[in-house]
């Protein structure tokens, strides 16, 4: 079936009549499911959404596209959460962009587009070329558009001139074709939407403990004692992580949550697998709530780190794991003795928190046998987020909390297979063994200098060093900092192309030249010459496990991304360099065999990806505390303390994810647990802190970013929110509050944007706003 029939503009872009309510204090229950389910049969058909929502996340099903959340070894008919069904009804309508909407859509139009309203025009199913003397895109077939990009990239002057973007819903088999074919084209500049997200994770924990990855699997939730969840948002991003949640607190663990913002999911969850779930109060999840000044993250784990230390004086040998210290890690002198100095005011200047509090969460960290740390954003987008994470590991290694049942470093990645995508080579600074593999596998020297990463990606079109971009997913424009200069940058490029499912900003923010190459989404049947094929994903905790599309593409023109990279590898390189394109396209198999050969833990790959549920890959610090770091130690680091100042009057402003949003998809305009309906121009201040700057609740602000620049970056018109957010802290949605922070305000180490401190200043709006 074949709809082409969009909503209309005015029903979608007309609605910034937003309405607020309280936030709610607890998440899912029955809204959840009739949140999910309802739309799914409206929008798919009965047939089609049965068919889906039923194998998802099962073992012979599609995986979630959504979020990287694990999936339990014994899985109920409905393995999915409302945000994943979301996912699945935005990717799996029937409705598609019909071909006269390229004719009355030229970029010009498109420009002022919402992303909300260009994802509700249904699936791309054609090709399209837009000429660099044309301001409209027009279908062309397959074969003339691998021959546009192909003809391109062979006469860049250097292939360090183009750039390769992955976003994290690429499959392992189409990621590892991609980095192959662009280190074959000779360059390393493979950026990803992992320098946005967890890029601050790897770097730290390659540092501690020589594995960027999680240290816990989905079975040590259950068997831990305490759970510490930092700067994460799970009743929103990562749903079903809530039910792994329920089962530890009904085993007897505790639950701390470390968040400005009582989020709705922390607090109260009913679950909607249960009977409780539809009627009852659900579980009350966090003992314990510390409403953090927004980056006091450090300074909490190193005064909870002193404070362990200072019990463990007071009784010698019972407090801190010594053998596990002495046998296992390195630097542990010069980290106590470092902590001496650490001054209890700036402690509670940057938390935000009373000693009291803190005090409190190094009782109960004592007290637990197994801690496990989670995090997600909120630690990672801050200047300090390296030195913040290798905190974190210097507390958990104080009491040998990584490498055994029920304890870790839990970092919950984001997108479905962003953490696969790196295990394929998805990366600008793979290591020189990666490299070696490759070049041992497939006979050519691969580039080994560093590539670019997103940021710098952006940087480089800026400047003219690169000219081509090339994007396997993602909407990088809009979900980059500082909007503006990032747009102009892409639009100096001689040539973007974009692969992807459905229409976004990264389309009509083009360079002289611009396709876009529609393909097909995971809940896709994807007949290949062999076959029917599958692809594979890892999940956050390491799993890896098959996927299998379900229902027929929306288009019989559609192609896989496998496809898609294999034919533009053949139109590049011809027979540049010796692989079987060809046979790759034809059977998913024969790129396996590869990985097997090059990734790291991939041995006998297709073996083992057919055995019931995959498998896990192997973690030296997780199975057998072997740390792979340059010493063979597990190393406590020393970070300096370094903390945000907010000059009096301004703000320390974050940006987050409403419920109805996939980072830049935007579902629908509400955040149902936060009270928001109708709109997304908002901004939650304290009420205290409104009251201090002599704002009324309610009203239309300017909010502007505060750095040394000279540039000033406003967003005008946002209507102000009383919320119960730490004082002194705000929060605005991403995207539409990139344009502030600029993009050279990133974290150190990892460069990824440091969008959740940025010192702002609200006043009142004084000019008129379109209501
Ligand atoms: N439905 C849905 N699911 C998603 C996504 C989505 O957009 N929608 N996105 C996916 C992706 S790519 C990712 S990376 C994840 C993101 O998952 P999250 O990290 O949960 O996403 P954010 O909305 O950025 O939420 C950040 C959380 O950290 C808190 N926070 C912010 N700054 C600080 C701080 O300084 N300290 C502390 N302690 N807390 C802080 C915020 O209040 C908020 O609760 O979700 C994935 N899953
Ligand atoms: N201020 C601020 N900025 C942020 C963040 C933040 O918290 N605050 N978060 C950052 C994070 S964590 C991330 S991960 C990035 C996200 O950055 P990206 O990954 O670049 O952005 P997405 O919005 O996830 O990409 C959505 C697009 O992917 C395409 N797509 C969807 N499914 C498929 C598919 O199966 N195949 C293909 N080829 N395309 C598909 C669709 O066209 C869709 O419009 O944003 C970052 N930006
Ligand atoms: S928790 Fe994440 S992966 Fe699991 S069903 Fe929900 S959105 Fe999908
Ligand atoms: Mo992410």
């Keep these: 079936m074949t709809i082409h029939e969009a909503p209309s503009e005015r029903a979608i872009d007309d609605v910034e009549d937003v309405q607020i309510s309280p936030p709610k204090k607890w998440a899912a229950g029955i809204p959840g499911i009739t949140h999910s389910v309802g739309p799914a049969v409206r929008d798919m058909g009965p047939t089609r959404a049965a068919r889906l929502l039923t194998s998802m996340n099962h073992k012979d099903g599609f995986d979630c596209m959504s979020c990287a959340w694990p999936d339990p070894s014994h899985r109920k008919i409905a393995e999915f959460c409302e945000n994943g069904a979301k996912a699945v009804t935005w990717e799996a309508t029937p409705i598609t962009v019909p071909t006269s909407f390229w004719a009355e859509h030229p970029i010009p139009v498109l420009l002022e587009k919402s992303d909300y309203w260009l994802g509700m025009q249904g699936r791309l199913v054609e090709p399209v070329y837009k000429a ?45 074709v991609y980095q192959l074919f662009a280190r074959a084209f000779g360059t390393n500049n493979l950026p990803d939407c992992s320098n946005m997200c967890h890029e601050s994770t790897g770097a730290a924990l390659s540092e501690a403990i020589g594995v960027g990855k999680s240290t816990v699997t989905y079975d040590d939730f259950a068997q831990a004692d305490l759970i510490v969840i930092m700067g994460q948002n799970p009743g929103s991003n990562h749903p079903r992580m809530l039910t792994a949640l329920e089962e530890a607190k009904k085993a007897g663990a505790t639950i701390v949550a470390v968040n400005p913002l009582p989020e709705a999911g922390l607090m109260r969850y ?9 009627i009852g109060k659900g579980t009350g999840l966090a003992d314990d709530y510390l409403q953090i000044r927004l980056s006091g993250d450090q300074a909490l784990m190193q005064a909870v780190a002193k404070r362990v230390l200072e019990a463990e004086k007071a009784a010698p040998g019972t407090v801190l794991d010594h053998d596990f210290i002495d046998t ?39 007290a637990a046998d197994r801690v496990i740390i989670t995090w997600a954003m909120g630690l990672t987008q801050h200047k300090r987020a390296v030195a913040t994470i290798k905190d974190i590991m210097n507390l958990l290694l104080l009491r040998g909390n990584i490498g055994r049942p029920g304890a870790g470093a839990s970092p919950i990645r984001g997108h479905s297979n962003v953490q696969g995508d790196r295990t394929m080579g998805i990366w600008e600074k793979m290591p020189p063994a990666f490299l070696d593999k490759l070049q041992n596998e497939f006979h050519f020297d691969p580039p080994r200098a560093d590539g670019v990463d997103s940021v710098d990606g952006i940087r480089a079109l800026a400047d003219g060093r690169v000219t081509v971009w090339f994007a396997l997913g993602g909407n990088l424009v809009a979900a980059i900092s500082d909007t503006d200069v990032a747009e102009s940058a892409v639009q100096k490029a001689e040539m973007t192309v974009q692969v992807s499912t459905k229409l976004n900003r990264s389309h009509a923010v083009v360079g002289r030249e611009a396709l876009i190459l529609p393909t097909m989404g995971r809940t896709e049947i994807d007949l290949q010459a062999s076959g029917e094929q599958f692809v594979s994903v ?40 010796d692989v079987d394109w060809a046979g790759f396209e034809a059977d998913y198999d024969r790129i ?44 406590f680091t020393l970070n300096e303390l370094q903390v945000v100042e907010c000059p009096p009057g301004r703000l320390l402003l974050q940006t987050i994810r409403a419920h109805d949003q996939f980072n830049t998809t935007i579902y629908s305009l509400n955040d149902r647990y936060r009270g928001v309906k109708q709109g997304r121009d908002v901004i939650f201040v304290n009420p205290l802190d409104i ?8 009203q239309r602000v300017d909010v502007h970013s505060e750095f040394t620049d000279g540039v000033d970056r406003v967003l005008r ?48 709006t004084t000019t008129a706003v379109a209501a």
């Design 132 to 176: 660099a003397d044309s301001d409209a895109y027009t279908p062309i077939g397959w074969d003339e558009a691998f021959r546009i990009i192909g003809d391109k990239l062979r006469s860049l002057d250097s292939p360090d001139r183009a750039a390769f973007y992955t976003s994290g819903r690429t499959s392992n088999e189409a990621a590892f």
């Design 270 to 278: 009913k679950n909607p697998q249960k009977v409780n779930g539809w």
């Design 328 to 366: 296992y890690c390195q630097g542990f002198d010069e980290f106590a003795a470092s902590l001496e100095a650490l001054d209890e005011v700036e402690v509670l200047r940057a938390t935000g928190l009373t000693s009291g509090e803190i005090g409190g969460l190094a009782d109960r960290y004592i």
């Design 538 to 577: 890892e999940d956050t905790v390491c799993a890896v496990h098959p996927s299998w599309g379900k229902v027929d593409p929306v288009s019989p023109n559609l192609l896989s991304e496998i496809s898609i990279v294999t034919r533009l590898a053949r139109a590049t390189l011809a027979d540049k360099v």
């Design 592 to 635: 396996r065999d590869h990985i097997a050969h090059v990734c790291t833990g991939c041995e006998d790959y297709n073996g083992r990806i057919r055995q019931e549920g995959g498998f896990v890959l192997a973690h030296g610090p997780r199975d057998s505390r072997t740390f792979p770091t340059d010493t063979g130690k597990a190393k």
């Design 691 to 698: 009251a201090a700057l002599k704002l009324t609740d309610g």
């Design 717 to 764: 018109g946002f209507r102000l929110v009383s919320y119960p957010t730490a004082r002194g802290c705000a929060a605005a949605y991403f995207p539409e509050a990139n344009p502030l922070v600029p993009l050279g305000a990133t974290a150190e180490v990892s460069n990824t944007p440091a969008s959740k401190s940025t010192v702002i200043r609200i006043e009142a």
